[in-house]
């Protein structure tokens, strides 16, 4: 509109386009009430986690995320912000209450199975589905894997991305093969909970982050 407004030869058109606010001041005021909103959500989460967890796992926040609401260079924008508050929360709130931050490598923690820690299954949406016909909530599914990434001797945090999915479909077909115990998990402690289960004798109760 404000591109229009500039074009247009109507002068009193020109102005009547200005003062009601057609242009950027309207998309500045949405983005404003969003950015408000997100870091309300976003450090009221990270206090409940902290409420939960000495030891806090979470990915790599640098990576680009979806969204849908003001067109692609705003999402961009926003996406990139809201990951930085994220950030910021998990830094800040971290620090003074006593808790530590982790990051970990994220590939392919939304593509495994959290039960079995193995590169088998879909994700679709909100939902995981597992090659044995089980569905998983795929936000849950996918911390799971970021905490058991915490563990992995394997896997280190720098480990390039192509190297993850070597180790993962190895595992995946060690699994296959009955060279693993079914029952058992192809990460090094199992599945674990985003909550407390944890391997034994681990001194901290810890948490997925986000």
Same mark, same amino acid.
């Given at each position: 509109?404000?591109a =229009? ?14 003062q ?5 001041k309207?998309?500045n005021?949405?983005?404003s009430? +969003? ?7 976003? &450090? ?5 986690v902290?409420?939960?967890a000495?030891?806090?796992a979470a990915?790599n926040l +640098? ?8 067109g692609?260079?705003?999402n961009r924008?926003?996406a990139?912000w ?7 929360? #998990?830094? !800040? ?5 006593g ?5 970990v ?10 039960r079995?820690g ?14 044995d016909?089980v569905? #998983?909530?795929?936000?849950?599914n996918?911390?799971?894997?970021v =905490?058991?990434?915490? &563990?992995?001797p ?6 390039p991305?192509?190297?993850v999915?070597?180790i993962? =479909?190895?595992? +995946? ?5 009955? #060279? =693993?115990?079914?029952?058992? !998990?192809? !990460? ?13 004798n ?7 982050? &986000?």
């Amino acid at each position: 509109m404000r591109a =229009l407004a500039n074009q247009h030869r109507n002068p009193r058109k020109r102005q009547h386009i200005r003062q009601f606010n057609l242009g950027r001041k309207k998309l500045n005021r949405q983005m404003s009430k +969003t950015h408000a909103r997100i870091r309300d959500i976003v &450090f009221t989460s990270v206090h409940a986690v902290v409420d939960k967890a000495a030891v806090i796992a979470a990915e790599n926040l +640098t990576a680009p995320m979806a969204s849908k609401s003001f067109g692609k260079n705003a999402n961009r924008r926003l996406a990139s912000w809201t990951k930085g508050v994220i950030a910021e929360a #998990l830094e !800040s709130v971290s620090s003074r209450r006593g808790s530590t931050v982790v990051l970990v490598n994220p590939a392919y923690t939304s593509q495994m199975d959290s039960r079995t820690g193995c590169l088998d299954g879909k994700r679709q949406g909100d939902q995981f589905y597992c090659s044995d016909g089980v569905v #998983l909530q795929a936000d849950q599914n996918a911390a799971r894997n970021v =905490l058991a990434r915490l &563990f992995d001797p394997d896997i280190e945090r720098f480990t390039p991305f192509k190297r993850v999915k070597a180790i993962l =479909l190895e595992r +995946t077909e060690r699994l296959r093969l009955g #060279l =693993l115990n079914p029952d058992s !998990s192809c !990460s090094p402690f199992g599945a674990l909970s985003t909550e407390s289960e944890l391997p034994k004798n681990h001194p901290e109760q810890l948490c997925s982050g &986000f």
